[in-house]
């Protein structure tokens, strides 16, 4: 397993659930990479129902399995989409029925509800839609997911990058790596590689010979000081930037910017991007941008395929790409795609994948297992 973050985690405790011997190796520190650094919204699915009900299926339905192994890593405060002009407004009824549609619970209540159970949204808001949105913490949730596997064997290795990926025959069978703590050289035999380094997952997959089409479409978030909300706030409207509103702990998270960026690694937030973000979020929360800001940072997204534009046009699904079927690399496989919510999704197909390679039989249990406690993890070192 390459990659220390929420795909990398849940995949490690689903192969490790399955009898397979696992070893994790990641660069940085655990979730150092995008998973430690997304808002930390827990998708019911109600932003991507107008433009793809199998996403947001597929959110609602993780959503319950998530709040079922995992209920400590997370907040069910609900969301609430506002409408803001009138061109929101008239796309309510069919936001609801899409909503609808794809399995997820919205309704569209009174202004005077919604200005009563969120005093501090916007007063100008026209139209409000209550769904089933939540908060996870991102760094617990995975963490649940490295303990449970730990405790099953997995050997989970920090600071050590992956430099090499040998073949023989057309099979992966050695990963090489440097451990950068000591400065050695690290080889670990492997029958079969899972890819999941995320927005690195092009530069990795090359190691073996293969090719990746990958997009890393970098976006920017502002933290400020103050719960301002208790529910998850968004703005009634396909998604764009700037449009969610997320609580977390006593801090409130904007989010998010999208742009293409080459490097992947140090990126930082532009003065235009916070900027744009501050007055985005007063929209959404009069009084925003004058609270003290905490933090500002920037994470890139790993989407599947390649766009000329700013990304937004390609799915937010995942998707597995089998190299030996596609590059002639077997054994070798890559995640890319999806989202913190789906990890567990994310995980199972990867592992029905790595069964398949290997004609073993397994089936996955993850959906109902319940996960090891993230201290865990760190009892077990």
């Known amino acids: 397993m390459i990659g220390g ?3 990398g985690a849940a995949t490690a405790w689903d192969l490790s659930r399955r009898g397979f011997r696992v070893t994790v190796l990641e660069r940085g520190e655990l979730t150092s990479g995008t998973t430690g650094r997304h808002h930390g919204q827990l998708h019911s699915g109600a932003r991507y129902a107008l433009a793809d009900r199998t996403i947001a299926r597929e959110c609602m339905v993780e959503t319950l399995i ?9 907040e069910y405060n609900q969301g609430l989409f506002i409408a803001l002009d009138e061109a929101e407004a008239a796309l309510a009824a069919e936001f609801v029925d899409a909503c609808r549609g794809a399995g997820i619970g919205a309704v569209e209540i009174p202004v005077r509800r919604a200005l009563a159970m969120e005093g501090a ?5 026209l139209k409000a839609v209550l769904v089933p949105d939540g908060t996870i913490d991102a760094y617990r949730l995975p963490m649940r997911f490295f303990a449970s596997a730990a405790a099953l064997g997995a050997d989970i290795r920090t600071f050590t990058e992956v430099v090499g990926i040998d073949r023989s025959r057309g099979a992966v069978t050695t990963v090489r790596a440097v451990d950068h703590r000591s400065g050695k050289p690290v080889s670990v035999s492997a029958d079969a590689v899972v890819n999941a380094a995320g927005p690195w997952a092009d530069r990795v997959a090359r190691l073996a010979g293969a090719e990746v089409a990958l997009t890393a479409a970098a976006g920017t978030m502002v933290a400020v000081e103050g719960r301002m909300t208790d529910m998850v706030v968004s703005r009634l409207r396909r998604p764009g930037d700037g449009d969610i509103l997320v609580p977390q702990r006593k801090l409130s998270i904007i989010g998010s910017t999208q742009r293409i ?17 501050r007055s985005a979020a007063d929209n959404l929360v009069p009084g925003f941008s004058a609270r003290p800001v905490r933090a500002a940072w920037t994470a890139a997204r790993p989407l599947a395929g390649r766009s000329s534009d700013d990304g937004r046009s390609i799915s937010r ?3 597995l790409i089998d190299h030996g079927k596609k590059d002639g690399v077997r054994g070798l496989f890559t995640m890319l795609g999806g989202k913190a919510t789906t990890l567990r999704a994310m995980a199972e197909t990867a592992s029905d994948a790595v069964d398949g390679y290997f004609g073993t039989g397994t089936r996955c249990g993850t959906a109902t297992a319940e996960l090891a406690p993230y201290a865990d993890y760190w009892r077990q070192r």
């Not at 998530?66 to 997370?74: F, G, S, W, Y």
């Not at 960026?261 to 900027?275: C, H, M, Q, S």
Request: aromatic letters at 6%; glycine letters at 10%; a negative charge.
């Open 121 to 125: 949204v916007n007063p100008l808001v």
């Open 317 to 319: 699904d995942f998707v």
């Open 261 to 277: 960026v080459a490097d992947r690694d140090g990126l930082a937030p532009t003065e235009g991007e916070i900027a744009f973000l």
């Open 66 to 74: 998530l709040r079922r192994i995992a209920a400590d890593c997370m």
């Open 5 to 7: 973050g929420g795909t």
